[in-house]
């Protein structure tokens, strides 16, 4: 550099400085316009939801596996009014969102609303609204992925006996991380863990098994079998029922009674009819010895029709 | 003209009277036979989750039962042969019982295996063979209608069943529903005490007195046969029927009707269950929800119902009765046509169209089935017929719906399925009409030497009578 002549340094310097503004400009090109909405800007969000209204509510489900920034926003057509601005805010679970209620500018005959939500754990999901001032609302509701089948009756089990209570999530539906299983109400659920005696937990991927063994009357109630992402888990309902043997034994015998009855009154009625035939029929016996006689009498024709017969 | 093989019985089948008692008891056995095994199946996911074990060894239940009762035809016939309807069908009835109630103890599936298939399906065929064979002794001029009606008794039993099973598992559970339902067929046995031996029967006691004179007539006919009126005399009569077959008749692959008929129903039979059980999936793989599919199923087994006693009736008037062969084979032609037809309906309501006529040629079939076996054989001879033709049908029907799935899993559609179905019932149909054709010209002209035949001796008797007056 020190032997270069003072022309190139010159040269060098200038090259340097318009390089830098260009740089500038570039940088001031490709950052984006702030939009004009208060809250923060979409980029940092993984999901996106969006509701668009009319004059209607709508209601989405979101279904979530992991911890996610969440943006949820509601474009709500304006209709006749043409309002400049109108009011709305944000609920979840039906409870208004503090410092959530702001004013929304009409933009290319829309009010959109957006707001950006970090959903981190299970007690962050539930039902989230945009309500908007003339009454019009959109609700996402969030949650871990449902069951497909669930079972309304309950499963019947012996006392002493075992049951297996299985559980799937179906393969339209993301795998769980792991399976667990509980037992209780609605409110308090206490997790089972294996016990060799009692309890036999066996889990695949999609399929989750709860073998209760040496089965008591206790031992009856809901279970609830849980599948489990990283953001919560989705609780499926089974209810139990121990019965003992007596029960279906009472109809079992029931019936064995009706079949023992019937066929006894069928072959006494047969009894009675063949003796009172066989009273009768030997009064008929002699007569038709006689007849016999009579006819044998008569010959040839007699004799081929009892060939006919005899064939 | 009837063909030659009518009642060699050595009585007159009193076509009514305590008949339509045995058609009732008949109609119980059958149903229980068919319907029983298919409504198992409700209970299949739940032992499948308690023992452990995968889809296909649980449906192996079904196959041990439905190959037990068709290999139990031919043990079936030789003791009808030798012991009557009403003693085999209330072993029968005991069997399924006891099979069925030592099940619901079972403790692997293997039990299940040898007690509800084994056992359960040998109980089974126990009610069916004697039940249709009782009404070949009881009807003759009636008989198409009696056999139509008494086959009835599957799909009303099937629709009775299946809601009660439902019912039971939902109460019970398995175990408990296998327990009860020991006891709901045990009811066979109540069937089995109605199968009165024909030649016990006298029209008193328990009949309207009504009755009395019309049968008094009827046994006055019959008086140098049956003369005492004795219980013992009636058994012997009832053994004395099948003098010419001690176990099981194998003069029977030498008779050309029984051979035509086992020949056309083999094929026959890859092809008649399946459609009915791939109707339902058939329709979800189309996009109709599982109720819909459900639906047809119900219509399909409502047309069932109401045609059989119909084809029945229709099978006994005057005209057809005689060329019945035909009408049988015109029901197997008419249902490959339905399947032929069936891939080019289109959506719920092409579907409902082709149950209701799906519905009707099942019916048909299923009415005449064992009808037109009678009608070839004769009476005495049905017993083993119906034994040797169960055993041989045992291959198809127990093929066919494995292959039909292998069909539908290779192609992944299921209109060749039903495509090859409808060739599978249109071959035998068309084989039927001409080889039947056939059969009857024999018949006649057999029929026309043997008047010819007797017609000489009566003439020469007459001419022995006339030398003997002249001699004296």
């Known amino acids: ?311 | 003209m009837p063909p030659a093989a009518a009642t060699n019985l050595a009585h007159k089948p009193p076509d009514g009277g305590w008949g339509w008692a045995v058609v009732v008891a008949a109609f119980i056995s059958i149903g229980f036979s068919y319907a029983f095994p298919k409504s198992l199946t409700i209970y299949f996911k739940e032992i499948q989750e308690y023992f452990s074990v995968s889809y296909s060894e649980i449906a192996w239940l079904s196959s041990v039962m439905l190959a037990s009762m068709y290999a139990g035809g031919p043990v079936s016939s030789i003791l009808v042969n030798r012991y009557g309807s009403r003693p085999v069908v209330m072993l029968g009835g005991l069997m399924v019982s006891a099979a069925m109630v030592l099940s619901s103890f079972g403790t692997t599936i293997i039990h299940l295996y040898l007690c509800v298939g084994v056992i359960g399906g040998f109980g089974l065929a126990f009610n069916l063979q004697p039940a249709l064979t009782i009404i070949g002794t009881y009807f003759q001029a009636k008989r198409p209608l009696a056999n139509g009606l008494a086959m009835t008794g599957s799909p009303v039993f099937l629709s009775i069943l299946a809601p009660l099973n439902q019912f039971l598992f939902d109460s019970y559970g398995w175990r408990g529903s296998f327990l009860i339902l020991g006891s709901v067929v045990f009811n066979c046995c109540v069937a089995g005490a109605l199968m009165r031996p024909v030649s016990n029967q006298k029209p008193k006691g328990c009949l309207p007195p009504s009755n009395e004179a019309v049968d008094q007539g009827a046994v006055a006919d019959a008086g140098p046969q049956t003369a005492d009126s004795d219980p013992e005399e009636g058994q012997h009569e009832g053994k004395g029927q099948t003098q010419n077959s001690k176990l099981v008749d194998l003069t029977l692959f030498k008779h050309r009707g029984f051979l035509i008929y086992l020949v056309g129903n083999v094929v026959m039979f890859f092809g008649f269950f399946a459609p009915v059980v791939f109707l339902a999936p058939y329709a979800k793989h189309q996009g109709i929800d599982e109720y819909s599919a459900a639906f047809l199923l119900t219509i399909f087994a409502l047309v069932d119902m109401f045609i059989r006693p119909f084809t029945g009736f229709l099978g006994n008037t005057r005209r057809i009765r005689p060329k019945i062969q035909y009408f049988f084979s015109f029901a197997v032609s008419y249902n490959g046509i339905c399947h032929l037809l069936f891939p080019l309906a289109s959506g719920y309501q092409g579907l409902v169209v082709y149950a209701v006529f799906f519905g009707v040629g099942f019916g048909m079939v299923s009415a005449l089935l064992f009808e037109v076996l009678m009608d070839l054989v004769g009476a005495p001879r049905f017993s083993s017929a119906v034994g040797l033709v169960t055993i041989i049908e045992c291959g198809p029907v127990l093929l066919g719906p494995p292959i039909s799935g292998a069909l539908v899993d290779t192609f992944g559609e299921y209109k060749y399925l039903y495509s090859t179905c409808g060739v599978l019932m249109l071959t035998p149909g068309i084989f039927f009409f001409v080889m039947h054709y056939f059969n009857y010209k024999k018949l006649e002209d057999e029929q026309k030497q043997k008047a010819a035949g007797e017609m000489r001796r009566p003439e020469e008797t007459v001419e022995l009578k006339s030398n003997n007056e002249a001699n004296k």
């Open chain 1, 1 to 311: 550099m020190e032997n270069m002549p003072a022309s190139w340094k010159l040269l060098l310097m200038l090259l340097l400085v318009l390089t830098a503004s260009c740089g500038r400009v570039h940088a001031e090109t490709l950052a984006p316009s702030p939009k004009p909405l208060a809250s923060v800007p979409a980029l940092s969000a993984d999901m996106r939801k969006v509701a668009v209204l009319k004059s209607q509510n709508s209601t989405q489900n979101v279904q979530l596996l992991n911890p996610v920034n969440l943006s949820l926003e509601c474009s709500l057509t304006a209709d006749h009014n043409n309002l400049p601005n109108i009011s709305a805010f944000w609920s979840q679970d039906g409870r208004e969102i503090p410092d959530s209620r702001l004013t929304v500018a009409l933009e290319n005959q829309q009010y959109h609303l957006q707001r950006l939500f970090y959903i981190s754990g299970e007690e962050m999901l539930g039902s989230y609204s945009c309500v908007f001032e003339n009454g019009v609302r959109a609700d996402f509701i969030l949650a871990t992925p449902p069951f497909g089948e669930v079972r309304d009756k309950p499963v019947v089990s012996y006392v002493r006996d075992f049951v297996v209570l299985p559980c799937k999530m179906e393969e339209a539906k993301p795998k769980p991380l792991s399976w667990r299983w509980f037992r209780g109400n609605k409110t308090h659920k206490e997790q089972i863990s294996e016990q060799p005696e009692r309890f036999q937990i066996h889990s695949e991927e999609r399929k989750s098994k709860l073998k209760v063994i040496n089965l008591t009357h206790e031992d009856a109630g809901v279970y609830y079998c849980g599948a489990v992402y990283a953001i919560g888990t989705t609780m499926n309902p089974i209810e139990l029922k121990v019965i003992t043997y007596q029960e279906p034994l009472k109809p079992f015998i029931g019936i064995l009674i009706e079949v023992v009855l019937l066929v006894a009154v069928i072959f006494l009625c047969e009894k009675r009819r063949s003796k009172k035939n066989t009273s009768k029929g030997n009064e008929e016996n002699v007569d038709q010895n006689n007849i016999k006689l009579q006819e044998e009498e008569k010959g040839a024709e007699e004799g081929s029709s009892m060939r006919q017969r005899k064939v």
